[in-house]
C-alpha cells in the first residue's frame, strides 16, 4: 500500500531515510535514465536548491520506505529553478517572486510503477499530480510555476488542468528537448480523479 509523505522545512531532516530515498530515485531518473547533466554523489542526485531553507518534498512511499515517485516544491520568494537556471524560458514574463506562487521540480516517478496506467500516466503519477492540491491547501498556495518538456505538457493539458505557457508561449530547446515554463493554477480541476 503506497503512502503521500510530506517533508516541510522543519520535518524533513526527521526522516532522513525517506528524504535519502527521494535523492536516489532522482538519481535513477534524471542522471541514470534520462542522461541529464546532474550532480550525484553515492547515486543520491541533490542540488543547491535542496539546501535552501524553504525547500519542501513530496514523496509516494511504499510499506519499507521505498520512494516511488516524488516532487519538490519552493516558494519563489527566494531563488529557484526557473528564474534562475530556466529564465530564457520566461521569454519576456517577469519571474514570480510573490507569496502564494511555488515551483514545482524533480517530479518523477520509479520506472517500476508505469505498470499501472490511467491514460498516458501511471496512477503513482497521477496520484503525485493530486497532491499538487492538497499541498497547496496545506501551504496558501494559488498558482505552481514549473519547467517541463513539451511531451509532459502534452500530458499535463490531457487532464484538463488550468495552465497556460509563460512569456511568448513559444518552446525553447533545453539540453535535448523542447520545453516550457508553465503556471499551473490551483483550482477544482487540479483535484483530479484517480480510478
Known amino acids: 500500500m503506497s503512502q503521500l509523505i510530506t517533508l ?7 526522516n532522513p531515510a525517506v528524504l535519502n ?11 541514470e535514465r534520462l542522461g541529464w547533466e546532474v550532480d550525484s554523489t553515492q547515486e543520491m542526485e541533490s542540488d543547491n536548491f535542496d539546501e535552501m531553507d524553504q525547500t519542501s518534498y513530496v514523496a509516494l512511499t511504499e510499506e519499507n520506505q521505498e520512494v516511488i515517485g516524488c516532487w519538490r516544491a519552493m516558494p519563489t520568494q527566494g531563488e529557484y529553478m526557473l528564474k534562475d ?14 507569496e502564494g ?9 520509479s520506472k517500476e510503477s508505469y505498470e499501472n496506467t490511467n491514460g498516458w500516466f501511471g496512477n503513482n503519477a497521477l496520484t503525485l499530480i493530486r497532491s ?15 519547467v517541463t518538456t513539451v511531451g509532459c505538457e502534452r500530458m499535463l493539458r490531457s487532464l484538463g488542468l488550468n495552465m497556460r505557457r509563460m512569456g511568448d508561449g513559444k518552446s525553447l530547446k533545453v539540453g535535448k528537448e523542447r520545453s516550457v515554463a508553465l503556471r499551473l ?3 477544482e480541476r487540479l483535484k483530479i480523479n484517480i480510478n
Do not use: C
Open 132 to 146: 499538487f492540491y492538497d499541498f497547496a491547501q496545506e501551504n496558501d498556495i494559488h498558482a505552481y510555476v514549473l
Open 185 to 187: 493554477e490551483v483550482d
Open 8 to 14: 516541510t522545512p522543519e520535518s524533513k531532516f526527521n
Open 85 to 98: 537556471v530556466f529564465p530564457q524560458l520566461l521569454q519576456g514574463e517577469e519571474a514570480p517572486m510573490e
Open 21 to 31: 530515498n527521494i535523492f536516489r530515485l532522482r538519481h535513477r531518473s534524471f542522471l
Open 101 to 109: 506562487i511555488w515551483e514545482i521540480s524533480r517530479f518523477t516517478t
